[in-house]
């Protein structure tokens, strides 16, 4: 199938270094005319490249190779911003929105909270190494906030994981594939419809009394995850 070939033909040109990592490839148009095929053909085998997460499309900008994938354990780390530090990557956090929000039914149930609690939402969108990658949700129930500090300068994370003596072996994680909001769709600069990675975390203390629910959406050409209690 023609398909096939031209996915592969795009592929060897990643793997030898015609197209380096974070590159733009050559336009829908100047690619179909190349392998003097359709336009259909070729997305057809575009797609097959995103899929395997070789390369990935932004909304109005084209195709790109995808950058290394950044290695992240779930079960050991819940903070992205470590994780690059450590793998020597650049990470780079935006606020999106910081608000009070009363808690949906499945908060309560996670938090542990009583009936018409209420959380701090918390909303961010990550790049890495330049790119938007991922748009991440952190839920704070109300009284554990007070005793943190209100400087911005001051990590609320690091505030929180010793605040509360966050235990790793107690939290709990959950992995999906859901499809991109609106929001997300638009943060990460993404078609409508789009399919992310979706990692759930509950961060305990040692009591194993839920302090954080952090939900990370991301590109799943971004991330790749490995979940081991061993670091």
Not at 142 to 169: C, G, I, K, P, W
Not at 183 to 203: C, Y
């Amino acid at each position: 199938m023609q398909y096939l070939t031209i996915k592969d033909a795009i592929e060897e040109q990643i793997d030898t270094g015609m197209f380096e990592a974070g590159q733009k490839l050559p336009s829908e148009r100047t690619l179909a005319e190349t392998f003097s095929t359709t336009r259909i053909t070729l997305r057809e085998a575009l797609n097959h490249l995103a899929l395997s997460g070789r390369i990935y499309k932004e909304e109005r900008r084209g195709w790109f190779v995808s950058t290394a994938k950044l290695m992240f354990n779930p079960m050991q780390c819940i903070d992205i911003a470590e994780a690059c530090k450590e793998q020597k990557r650049n990470c780079r956090i935006e606020a999106l929105s910081s608000h009070r929000l009363l808690a949906t039914k499945e908060m309560l149930t996670v938090l542990k909270l009583s009936p018409f609690s209420y959380v701090k939402q918390q909303v961010s969108l990550i790049y890495i190494d330049g790119r938007r990658v991922a748009v991440q949700y952190r839920y704070i129930p109300e009284e554990m906030t007070t005793s943190l500090s209100h400087d911005e300068q001051t990590d609320v994370l690091t505030q929180l994981l010793n605040s509360f003596e966050y235990d790793s072996a107690k939290h709990e994680i959950e992995v999906g594939i859901v499809p991109a909001s609106q929001l997300e769709s638009n943060a990460l600069n993404l078609s409508s419809g789009s399919m992310l990675l979706s990692i759930n975390q509950v961060a305990c203390n040692k009591s194993q009394t839920p302090f954080l629910l952090q939900t990370i959406r991301c590109c799943h050409d971004a991330i790749n995850l490995k979940i081991s209690q061993t670091a």
